[in-house]
């Protein structure tokens, strides 16, 4: 039949109200996290950042004359400002993976990330110079291998190279199973600053080509910091 407008109206006001479907996420979410949970393998422990700690000190013994010592030496006089405490889930980007074939015929796995920084130099002591000033001055020292190695320091890109490198290492543990071999397979990692970067006529310093930094973990720091990242103690850390 046909209702009168004021029926209608009527007819609405006593209808019940549907609880938006944002809000009936907000109702259940506090039942979800409360509901029991699956035992899964280390899913009750934290990361302890002192196992993180003992992880990067594996490199004080595989790689002493690393370039990157002063950085790390650095980070390790504070471990507790060196990595949260941290029970979920990290997450990240990694700009490409690629793969070459070795001298051996298998593939070897590198993690490419393009950084954009517009590096500029600096006065004696540390102090940036203004942009104005920089802007007459040559940057081309920045992008050489001691210039980036100082910006993968500042900018805490070894840090994430290395977490990238776990990343890769775990993909790849899983992809190739009994097959899978550090050593084999991962050929490091390559930061690529691109505004020094001008193709095949890029210049070479030292045989570095300007912005181009190449890097690898050894197989000693990403093992030990991949058991890190699973809750292991730090005693615990191979």
């Known amino acids: 039949g046909i209702s009168l407008p004021r029926e209608r109206a009527r007819s609405r006001r006593e209808a019940p109200r549907r ?19 699956p035992s899964l393998p280390g899913a009750t422990r934290q990361v302890d950042p002192h196992a993180v700690a003992a992880a990067l000190a594996r490199m004080r013994a595989a790689l002493p004359s690393w370039d990157g010592m002063a950085w790390l030496d650095a980070l390790l006089a504070d471990s507790e400002a060196l990595f949260p405490r941290v029970h979920g ?37 540390g102090a940036p110079r203004s942009s104005v000033r920089a802007a007459s001055v040559s940057t081309r020292g920045c992008y050489t291998r001691a210039g980036l190695s100082e910006a993968m320091a ?10 990238y490198t776990v990343a890769l290492h775990r993909l790849l543990r899983q992809r190739l199973g009994a097959a899978y ?16 970067m001008e193709g095949p006529q890029t210049l070479r310093v030292a045989g570095w080509p300007l912005g181009v930094y190449v890097d690898r973990w050894p197989r000693a720091v990403v093992f030990a910091l991949d058991a890190a990242l699973d809750g292991a103690l730090p005693e615990e850390v191979p």
């Open 181 to 196: 071999d550090y050593d084999r397979h991962i050929a490091g990692h390559a930061y690529l600053f691109v505004r020094a």
């Open 89 to 125: 889930i990290l997450t990240g980007f990694i700009d490409l993976i690629f793969r070459f074939k070795g001298a051996d015929g298998a593939h070897r796995y590198v993690v490419c990330d393009y950084k954009t920084n517009r590096l500029i130099p600096r006065f004696a002591g």
């Open 154 to 163: 500042e900018h805490g890109y070894h840090l994430q190279a290395l977490l």
């Open 19 to 37: 609880t938006p479907p944002s809000r009936q996420r907000k109702q259940a979410a506090p039942a979800c996290f409360s509901s029991p949970r």
